[in-house]
Nanobody, 131 residues
């Protein structure tokens, strides 16, 4: 069973940076999307960025393009989310997720999968950005 563990959250001022990590274990080696989501009480769980482990092509939500970078270290089985120029609206609990059905991954790619389609989630790491 795939397990995901997030780390790297914290409190920063607007304009600052953080790097989140998602350590993946129990991976079968099959390709899939690994995505980051942000959850807040007001907006629910929103997709932030994703990467397809088959070709490493990253995709981003419009709200974070140019500021966030998702990458993976295949040897370490870790996916990173580098967050620069943070804004107060980036505040939330950040989760990484994987395990969507392959037919959905192929049909819609990482940017169009819904949170309900991911079957494996980490416990989350809190990011708080203050003004």
């Amino acid at each position: 069973q795939v397990q995901l563990v997030e780390s790297g959250g914290g409190s920063v001022q607007a304009g600052g940076s953080l790097r989140l990590s998602c350590a993946v274990s129990g991976y079968t080696g099959s390709k899939n999307c690994i995505s980051w989501f942000r959850q807040t009480p007001a907006t629910g769980r929103d997709w932030v960025a994703g990467i397809y482990t088959g070709n490493t092509s990253p995709v981003y939500a419009d709200s974070v393009k140019g500021r966030f970078t998702i990458s993976q270290d295949i040897a370490k089985n870790v996916v990173y989310l580098q967050m620069n120029t943070l804004k107060t609206e980036d505040t939330g609990m950040y989760y990484c997720a994987t395990g969507a059905p392959m037919w959905a991954v192929i049909e819609r790619q990482c940017s169009r999968l819904t949170s309900a389609e991911y079957t494996s989630w980490g416990q989350g790491t809190q990011v708080t950005v203050s003004s």
